[in-house]
Each structure stands twice: as structure tokens, then as C-alpha cells.
């Protein structure tokens, strides 16, 4: 054998090995598609078992990711709303991969039960998700809406405040409203108006029912509603616009852009809407609100394990409507901006947060269709927040722990010396110890104010999920409202009237104390979900009887009690899927004997959606509400309103070169209260047209 020969060989030998390793170090790649419609899923989740390396599909559905040394990889590919396939690659391969279409996706990321991210069926708190794909699907332009046909939450509000919305027998004035997990100002009559956040720029919303005060704090007696909104993940550009128009006058457009490259991500969304209709004004006469938003985000990934947020959102709201022979007009305008720094470490995560937020609410009236002047009732409402968070995982416990100091300031006519400010203190704790098949979590918030002092908010929560699909959970906790700024200080004088309302420094938070337990059952094709709960309150602030001056003062007066029982269940079969709900719910006020005012005791609700004929698509959707007290009279009788029923349909039609037409009908049956309700005003007609590149 030649000299050249045999060294070849030998040296071949001896990089052989070298090779195979580096082949099988090399890259697999392939696209994930809806198995339905064949339609791209982007973000859709790959990882590579029995390791940590994992990637993301782009808007095209396309991923690409490096291998470890064995020669071939055992990956999972997953996505919200579909069941996972498990897949063995090759260095080399590249594959199509089709989710099938589930009733419910337990692989869904959630953040809000345990302020950080965890899959759906590791949350031992029962968690609502409300995903980008079902946002769109409603045809609604605003959360309100999208949130009035969500099993377990109603519509609450009224005139000027809005769509509110209540969650287990709370009204909103008692639900906790988050933007990317950090609190909203901008409550008028003590109602947050949902109707003000456009879902363009909305990821998904996260529901998490009950006492969230451990986590969250004050207003989260009834539980929260956490907006997540569109960042820029995926590499490239993605773009959309979108158009509508329909009948009492509604006009809407939006726009959004987001891109990436490298290590930095941003995000820009903006929109205008009108409309011949005021939230909780069944008139429309002389109406009309008009919004106007925009938001823009970035994100930089300065290192593998150091993050850096920030973002910013404005609302410009204008309003008109009638009250006898006076035009009302109320102008808002809302603020919200954060800026958070994140890393990762071995044991967990640590990240700092400044959010800040603010609201200003001009209220005026005039007899002509305008406003004479700038001059009316002033209303600011800031809030400042600096948070600092600990996520971390030790001996097999999972710790969540941080603290928040924040500074509220109101400046408005009607309350004493005009300007007030309040501050508070509020380190917290929670654990997660799973065990198999058990998982316990308590957790406690200690909260420090400088005007009432303190509140120990306690909560235990329990889950036993005996096999994947099958799950029980059991939590019980304490919830707290601290007195809001008009409670405490309110200097208002009604001469003409004979009568004035005013605060009271001295009140103490409202306060709750809450049980639940429920089972849910999750296969491929169905799910069902039941829930019985039960919560004592007391301490509500309301208003006593005048004086004998005509005087009306908040104390802490009503207590009483709720008990109810929440089903929910779906199907799919194939690209079609049924959804519905039954809440019942029985309170007693203990000082009158009688139900609480304004809350149903039945309400039934149902969504069906898939393809009619080609790609073209229906939906339709029923929400019935049994009857509900609405007055309680001087002798204590009290007035109910009767059941009633909504039906809105939709249908939408993918065209050529990214562009989909929608047509939609609210309220099919035309139902009218007779009297002023939120999101129940005529029957009303809507068409739209989107483009979208991904």
C-alpha cells in the first residue's frame, strides 16, 4: 500500500468520529401548519427532549434549530390550541409538521397565576385564557365586548363609567384591571370602561377567577384581568391594517407593524374607532364616542440572560350624550408606560420594573351641541410603581417572591384642597412544592399604607391532577380594597339639590374572604370544567343616611355574602368547535336579607365557530342573562328586570395576496333593555376588510 494511501486512512480514523458528531451536531428545520386550515402557526414552540434547547417558529411557521451530539433528535412541537406531535430528526431533516386543532390546550403559557411563565396545566389557580386566534375570531373591536361572552364575567357599568365588567358576584369597582401585569388607573364612578382598549393591539387576556391580593394587591376581591399586548418575537417583519364600517355610525381602523433583527424587537400598533353610541346609553340621540390609540414596544436582548423592556400606550377618548335637555361630554385621556429589566440565572430569574400611569377625565355639559369652553370638572388620577421580582427554583420548590412601593396622587375639583396622595409599601411571597401528582401553593402579601395602615393577605392554593387530562383544585384567600381617593377625601356640595357627600379619612379596606373548589377534565375533542365557590365580604364602603343637614359620608357599612357554581365545557370536531358556559350565582346583603343589586342570578352562554363552505368561515355566539335585580324600593322590595337574550354572528372569507373580509351582525334579535346598559343598544350591522403579511 502506498505511503499516501495508508496516512489517509489512518487519518481518516482518527476524524471520523469528529465527523459523525459534527454531522449530528448539525440542523434540523422544518414549518408548523394548522392541521385545519393549513395556515402557518407562528411562535409555535419546538424543543428537543431531555434537553434545553428549544426554538420558535417565525410568522411563516418556519424553524430552524441546532441538534445535540446522539445523530438524531426527539423533539416536541406545540402550540396553543392544538395537540402537541412528538417527532425523531436526523442532523439534515427538514419536515412540515400539522397540529391538530384541540377543544382546550393545556400547553398554553400563562403568567398571571404566579407572576411567571408556566404551562396551563401547572396552574393550581384556575386560569381563563383568552388567545390571540379567539380575539380575532369575535370580530370585536373592543375588550369589552370580547369579554361579555366569557363564561363566569358579565358586562357592569352605566352612564358616563362605561363596560365594566363583574366576576363572581364583584362588581368592577372590585376587579382587577392589569396591562402586561402591572395596574391601570382610570376608573370613573369607580368603574374601569373596558370599551376603551382596542384588541388590535392585544396578544391574549388572561382571567384568574377569586382573591388575587396576594399576587396583585388592592380591587382584586373578585379576581383579574391581565391584557397581554403584541410584541415583536419572531425574526423579520410582520405587518396588518384593517377597516371597518357599519350601521349608528361606526367607522374603525388599525394598523400595526412589527419587526426584528438580531437582538431587538419592535413593536408599533395605532387605531381610531367612532361610533353614534355611548357605553351604558342605550340612546342615540345626539351621541357619539370617538377614540383614537396607539402603542408602540421594544424589546433588546442585550445578552443570552439579560433582557430589556419598554413600551408606552395612549388613549384620546371623547364622548357626547344627552340627559334631559343638556348635552354631557366627557373627554379622557389614558397613559400607561413601563420599562422592565430581566435576567436569568441558574436558579431563577430576577427583574425590576418602573411603570407608570395616568387618567384625565374632563367632564362638562352645555345645552348646545358643543361645549361653550374648556371649563368643567377636573379629574387626574397618577400611579407610580417600582416593583422588583425574584422567580427561582430551590430543592424543588419554586418561589415567587418580590416587593412593590407605590405612589398614588389624585387632583380634582371635587375632592379636599384639590390634591391628595397616598403611598404604600407591599413586599410578597408565594411557593409551588409539586409532589406526582400534587401540587400545594401558599402565599401571603403584606401591604403597608401610609393613610390606613396595614392588611395581611393570605392564600392557599391546592391541585391533584391524577393524570394529564384530569385535574381538582381547591384555593381558599383573603382579598382587600383599599378606599379609593373620593372615598377618602370627596368635598362635594349639591346647593341647588340641598344635599352634600363627602369622604371620610378614616375608613378601613373592604375586605373578602373566599373558597373554592372545582374539577376540569381536558382530552382532544372535549373538555368540561365545574366550580362551586363561596365568599363572605364585609367592610364595603358605601354611603350612610343624611344628616340632618342633607349630608351623605362613605363608611365602611355593607357585609354580606355569595355563593355560586360555574360550568364550562367545549368540543371540536375537525376545524369545527363548541363552547358554552352556565354561571349561577345566589347573594344576600345581610343588613336588608336581599339579593346585591345589578347581578344576575342565571346566565347561559355558547359560541360555535368553523368553515361554511371553501374557506369560508362562520361564527355565532349567545349569551342569555336570567333576571337580575336592578332597584331596591323604600318598603325593600326589589325590582327585578327580565331575562334576555344576544346573538351575534359572523362570517369571514380569506382573499388573495393576505387580505380577509368580515361581515357580522350584534345583537341579531334586537334586544333592548329599556333601560341604560352596557353593550345592549340595537341591533347593529358591520363589515370589515383586513390585510395581513406574516
Do not use: C
Not at 391594517?241 to 400595526?256: C, F, I, M, N, V
Not at 377618602?488 to 373578602?512: C, H, I, K, M, Q
Not at 347561559?604 to 374557506?615: E, I, K, N, W
Amino acid at each position: 500500500m502506498r505511503p499516501w494511501i495508508r496516512w489517509g486512512l489512518a487519518g481518516f480514523t482518527l476524524i471520523a468520529p469528529a465527523l459523525v458528531a459534527a454531522q449530528a451536531s448539525g440542523r434540523v428545520s422544518g414549518r408548523v401548519v394548522d392541521g385545519a386550515t393549513g395556515r402557518p402557526l407562528a411562535g409555535a414552540e419546538v424543543l428537543e427532549l431531555g434537553t434545553t434547547r428549544a426554538t420558535r417558529a417565525d410568522s411563516a411557521g418556519a424553524w430552524t434549530m441546532e441538534i445535540s451530539n446522539d445523530g438524531a433528535a426527539r423533539l416536541r412541537v406545540r402550540h396553543p390550541g392544538h395537540a402537541y406531535r412528538d417527532l425523531t430528526l436526523a442532523a439534515g431533516d427538514s419536515i412540515q409538521v400539522a397540529l391538530a386543532p384541540v377543544a382546550r390546550s393545556l400547553d398554553a403559557i400563562i403568567v398571571t397565576a404566579s407572576r411567571r411563565e408556566q404551562r396551563l396545566a401547572e396552574s393550581a389557580v384556575e386560569t381563563a385564557l383568552i388567545d390571540r386566534t379567539a380575539l380575532r375570531r369575535s370580530g370585536a373591536a373592543d375588550l369589552g365586548a370580547v369579554l361579555a361572552e366569557q363564561s363566569g364575567l358579565n358586562v357592569d357599568g352605566g352612564i358616563p363609567a362605561g363596560a365594566g365588567v363583574q366576576m363572581r358576584g364583584f362588581d368592577s369597582r372590585r376587579v382587577l384591571i392589569l396591562l402586561d401585569g402591572q395596574p391601570l388607573v382610570g376608573r370613573v364612578a369607580g368603574n374601569f370602561d373596558l370599551s376603551r382598549l382596542p384588541v388590535s393591539l392585544v396578544e391574549r387576556v388572561e382571567v384568574v377567577k377569586g382573591p388575587q391580593s396576594t399576587l396583585y394587591g388592592s380591587d382584586a376581591l373578585g379576581g383579574v384581568v391581565n391584557i397581554i399586548t403584541r410584541r415583536a418575537e419572531a425574526v423579520g417583519w410582520s405587518a396588518g391594517l384593517s377597516s371597518g364600517a357599519g350601521t349608528q355610525g361606526r367607522l374603525e381602523g388599525a394598523g400595526d407593524l412589527r419587526w426584528r433583527r438580531g437582538d431587538v424587537g419592535l413593536s408599533v400598533d395605532g387605531g381610531a374607532r367612532t361610533i353614534d353610541l355611548v357605553p351604558g346609553l342605550t340612546g342615540e340621540n345626539g351621541t357619539y364616542a370617538r377614540r383614537v390609540n396607539g402603542m408602540t414596544s421594544l424589546v433588546w436582548d442585550v445578552t443570552s440572560s439579560t433582557r430589556l423592556t419598554g413600551s408606552m400606550l395612549g388613549i384620546g377618548e371623547s364622548q357626547r350624550y344627552r340627559t334631559g335637555q343638556l348635552y354631557r361630554f366627557a373627554d379622557n385621556q389614558q397613559w400607561a408606560g413601563r420599562v422592565m429589566g430581566e435576567r436569568t440565572m441558574a436558579r431563577g430569574r430576577l427583574s425590576a420594573t418602573l411603570h407608570g400611569a395616568s387618567f384625565t377625565h374632563l367632564s362638562r355639559a352645555s345645552t348646545t351641541g358643543a361645549p361653550v369652553s374648556r371649563d368643567g370638572e377636573d379629574d387626574r388620577q397618577e400611579l407610580w410603581q417600582g416593583e422588583v421580582l425574584w422567580n427561582a427554583a430551590l430543592e424543588g420548590v419554586a418561589v415567587d417572591a418580590g416587593v412593590q412601593a407605590r405612589h398614588e396622587r389624585i387632583t380634582a375639583d371635587r375632592v379636599l384642597d384639590r390634591r391628595r396622595d397616598v403611598s404604600s409599601a407591599e413586599p410578597f411571597a408565594q411557593a409551588t412544592w409539586s409532589r406526582g401528582a400534587f401540587t400545594l401553593v401558599p402565599g401571603a402579601r403584606l401591604t403597608l399604607s401610609d393613610q390606613w395602615g396595614r392588611f395581611v393577605a393570605p392564600r392557599l392554593a391546592m391541585m391533584w391532577r391524577p393524570r394529564s387530562e384530569v385535574a381538582v383544585r381547591l384555593s381558599g384567600g383573603r382579598g382587600f380594597r383599599a378606599p379609593d381617593f373620593k372615598e377618602l377625601y370627596l368635598d362635594f356640595v349639591n346647593t341647588a339639590a340641598g344635599y352634600a357627600v363627602t369622604g371620610n379619612p378614616d375608613l378601613r379596606p373592604e375586605r373578602s374572604a373566599s373558597a373554592s373548589l372545582g374539577a376540569e377534565w381536558t382530552g382532544r375533542r372535549l373538555w368540561a370544567r365545574a366550580t362551586g365557590w363561596a365568599t363572605t365580604y364585609r367592610d364595603f364602603i358605601e354611603t350612610s343616611e343624611p344628616d340632618a343637614a342633607g349630608t351623605f359620608v362613605y363608611r365602611n357599612l355593607d357585609r354580606g355574602s355569595m355563593q355560586g357554581i360555574e360550568f364550562e365545557a367545549g368540543v371540536a370536531s375537525g376545524a369545527w368547535q363548541l363552547d358554552g358556559g352556565v354561571d349561577v350565582l345566589r347573594s344576600r346583603d345581610r343588613a336588608t336579607g336581599t339579593p346585591l343589586l345589578g347581578r344576575s342570578r342565571f346566565v347561559a352562554r355558547s359560541t360555535l365557530g368553523g368553515p361554511v363552505l371553501g374557506r369560508l368561515r362562520g361564527g355565532a355566539s349567545l349569551v342569555y342573562t336570567g333576571r337580575t335585580p336592578i332597584e331596591r324600593e323604600a318598603s325593600g322590595a326589589v325590582v327585578e328586570r327580565g331575562g334576555w337574550a344576544r346573538v351575534d354572528a359572523r362570517l369571514t372569507q380569506p382573499l388573495p395576496t393576505g387580505l380577509t373580509w368580515s361581515v357580522g351582525v350584534t345583537n341579531l334579535l334586537d334586544r333592548s333593555m329599556g333601560t341604560a346598559w352596557p353593550g345592549f343598544t340595537g341591533r347593529q350591522f358591520v363589515t370589515g376588510l383586513e390585510w395581513r403579511r406574516e
